[in-house]
Nanobody, 120 residues
C-alpha cells in the first residue's frame, strides 16, 4: 500500500505564487509517475502536471510556463510550484502516485487533496 499526503494549499491573490507538496510512503518497488491533478466545483478532475520515473514532464496547456513540477526521489516528495496564478486555477489539487508495489502489481494512489483558492 502507498500512502499519499498533500500539503501547502491556501489562499493567494491573482498573480501570486504558491507551492504544494506531496509526500508518498509505503512499499514501492518501482515508481512509474507522480502527477498533480485538480478538480474545480462542477468540473471533472484534470491533469495539471506529471513527472515520470525517467524525469520527463507533461503539463496541461493551461498551466505551461506558469507551473513547474519537481520530484525528490530520496525524500519521496513531489512539488508543484505555481506562479502567475489566476482565479481559474482555483480547485482542489490532488497528488497521484503510480507505482509497482511488486514486480507485477501496478496501482494508482491518490491523496486527500489540498484546496488552492486564487482571489481576483
Amino acid at each position: 500500500q502507498v500512502h499519499v499526503v498533500e500539503s501547502g494549499g491556501g489562499l493567494v491573490q491573482s498573480g501570486g505564487s504558491l507551492s504544494v507538496s506531496c509526500a508518498y510512503s509505503g512499499s514501492i518497488f518501482h515508481l512509474v509517475a507522480v502527477g498533480w491533478y485538480r478538480q474545480a466545483p462542477g468540473h471533472q478532475r484534470e491533469l495539471v502536471a506529471r513527472v515520470t520515473s525517467g524525469a520527463s514532464t507533461d503539463y496541461a496547456d493551461s498551466v505551461k510556463g506558469r507551473f513547474t513540477i519537481s520530484r525528490d526521489n530520496a525524500m519521496k516528495m513531489a512539488y508543484l510550484q505555481m506562479n502567475s496564478l489566476k482565479p481559474e486555477d482555483t480547485a482542489v489539487y490532488y497528488c497521484n502516485v503510480q507505482a509497482y508495489t511488486t514486480p507485477t502489481n501496478w496501482d494508482s494512489y491518490w491523496g486527500q487533496g489540498t484546496q488552492v483558492t486564487v482571489s481576483s
